[in-house]
C-alpha cells in the first residue's frame, strides 16, 4: 500500500494567515489525489482532486499543488470557516489510503 | 442531489457481526464504484474497502480482509458491509462514500453522515 504522510499535524494560524500543508507518498504517482475538509461530528468534504482541481463550489481561497512524491493544500487567506482537520488521500492504487491529518487550529 | 443514508451500527459483543447497509439517492447508483471508510473515536480516517461498479470486484484493508465483505444490490440502489469476528480495535464511525468513476481507485465526492459502531463486552 501507498503510505501518505502528512505535516504538520496541528497548524496554529490566525485569520488572514497564508497556510500550506504537505502530503508525502511512499511511492510515486502523479496527481491522483484528493484534499478532504472535515469539522467535528460531521462527514469529509472534497476539496480538491486529481491534485490541483477545485471541486464545484469550494472557494478559489484553497489551492492544490504537487504530483509524484510531494502535494500541498494552500489556503491563501483563512478563513474562520476553515478551522477544520484536513486530510489528503492517494487514489492511484484500488487500496486508496489516507494521511493522518492536520488539523487547523486558531492562534 | 446526491445522498447516502448508512444504517445498521450498533453495540455488538467482540467476536460478533454486523451488516450494515447504505441506501443511495440522487444518481445512477450501477455507473459508480462505492465505498466505505471508517473513522475511530478521535483518530484519523481509514479506508476499509471498496467494489466495482463495473464488475463488483471487491478491494479491502489488510486490517479487515478476511472478516469483513463488500457487496451491491444496483436494484436496491444499496451497498453493504457484512463485519463478522469484530474486535474492539474495529469501533468506528462507519461512511459510505461514493466515487467519481466506475473503480474505487476514484476520488471520493460525496459522503454519508456516518453510523456508529461500537464493540465492546
Known amino acids: 500500500d501507498i503510505q501518505m504522510t502528512q505535516s504538520p499535524s496541528t497548524l496554529s494560524a490566525s485569520v488572514g494567515d497564508r497556510v500550506t500543508i504537505t502530503c508525502r507518498a511512499s511511492?510515486?504517482?502523479?496527481?491522483?489525489l484528493a484534499w478532504y475538509q472535515q469539522k467535528p461530528g460531521n462527514a469529509p468534504r472534497l476539496l480538491i482532486y486529481d491534485a490541483s482541481t477545485l471541486e464545484t463550489g469550494v472557494p478559489s481561497r484553497f489551492s492544490g499543488s504537487g504530483s509524484g512524491t510531494e502535494f500541498t493544500l494552500t489556503i491563501s487567506s483563512l478563513q474562520p470557516d476553515d478551522f477544520a482537520t484536513y486530510y489528503c488521500q492517494q487514489y492511484n492504487t484500488y487500496r486508496a489510503t489516507f494521511g493522518q491529518g492536520t488539523k487547523v487550529e486558531i492562534k | 442531489e446526491v445522498h447516502l443514508l448508512e444504517s445498521g451500527g450498533g453495540l455488538v459483543q467482540p467476536g460478533g457481526s454486523l451488516r450494515l447497509s447504505c441506501a443511495a439517492s440522487?444518481?445512477?447508483?450501477?455507473?459508480?464504484?462505492m465505498t466505505w471508510v471508517r473513522q475511530a473515536p478521535g483518530k484519523g480516517l481509514e479506508w476499509v474497502s471498496g467494489?466495482?461498479?463495473?464488475?463488483?470486484?471487491?478491494y479491502y484493508a489488510d486490517s479487515v480482509r478476511g472478516r469483513f465483505t463488500i457487496s451491491r444490490d444496483n436494484s436496491k440502489n444499496t451497498v453493504y458491509l457484512q463485519m463478522n469476528s469484530l474486535r474492539v480495535e474495529d469501533a468506528a464511525v462507519y461512511y459510505c462514500?461514493?466515487?467519481?468513476?466506475?473503480?474505487?481507485?476514484?476520488?471520493?465526492?460525496?459522503w454519508g453522515q456516518g453510523t456508529l459502531v461500537t464493540v465492546s463486552s
Open positions: 440522487g444518481f445512477t447508483f450501477s455507473s459508480y464504484a
Open positions: 462514500a461514493k466515487n467519481e468513476g466506475i473503480r474505487p481507485s476514484s476520488r471520493i465526492d460525496c
Open positions: 511511492q510515486s504517482f502523479s496527481t491522483w
Open positions: 467494489i466495482s461498479s463495473a464488475d463488483n470486484s471487491t
